[in-house]
């Protein structure tokens, strides 16, 4: 068996940084699990969640998937990765704080935008699982403040949470103010966030408290 060399030596610094840190592991594993937020964020290997949130193993339950894109709400008996997680990490973790973390130069939500304007039918799984952007519009406020490509990114937070909130778990942890949700865009370029203002709908800025 041989790991990618880059793969190897990142693993062996992982095991020389954290020799310190092995109570914190340890007592992670006795312990188990109790994260402060759901993060569902992109595939995409440049969002790196736990950077950006400058965050340590056990803080933060990761879901990321093509787009973060949050289903609705099928109880249909599929296969639902993504519902099965938002789930757990509702009803078991019982986590406060539901984050949808979309990014800029979204290779998942480029592609749908380019297989519309060529109307091409795609029934690969990447193909099925993007048909879940038919009919969304970006929004013109959104497109007047930040262009209509991230515009378009943003009415994908925007949809996966209104999705988020056709699950009943959701709205009743929400309903009884126990759950926040949290839309959020990452620009890669400069490492800066802006979030969504659900009193005003607009994204803004983020401020240093
Ligand atoms: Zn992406």
Redesign the pocket.
């Known amino acids: 068996m041989s790991l990618p060399k880059v793969l190897a030596e990142g693993y062996w610094r992982f095991r020389r940084q954290h020799a310190p840190d092995k109570g914190r592991y340890q007592q992670l594993a006795e312990l188990g699990q109790a994260p402060s937020a759901m993060v569902i964020a ?3 290997a440049r ?1 790196d969640v736990s950077a950006i949130f400058d965050a340590e193993a056990g803080q933060l339950f990761i879901l990321r998937n ?3 894109l949050v289903p609705p709400y099928e109880p249909e008996g599929k296969y639902h990765g993504t519902s099965a997680a938002i789930e757990y990490a509702v009803l078991v973790l019982k986590v406060p704080h539901l984050i949808v973390l ?2 800029s130069r ?4 480029a592609a749908y935008r380019a297989r519309i304007k060529d109307k091409v039918q795609d029934d690969s799984f990447i193909g099925r699982w993007l048909t879940m952007l038919d009919g969304l519009q970006a929004m013109d406020t959104d497109a007047a403040a930040f262009g209509r490509e991230t515009a378009f990114e943003l009415a994908t937070i925007r949809s996966s949470l209104a999705h988020l909130r056709s699950f009943p778990v959701v709205q009743e942890r929400e309903g009884a103010g126990l759950l926040t949700l949290h839309g959020l865009h990452f620009d890669l370029a400069s490492g800066s966030l802006i979030a969504l203002d659900e009193e005003v709908g607009n994204f803004v800025a983020l401020v240093e408290a």
Do not use: F, L
Request: net charge negative; hydrophobic share 30%.
């Open positions: 992109c595939s995409d969002v093509v787009a973060n979309g990014h979204c290779g998942g939500v």
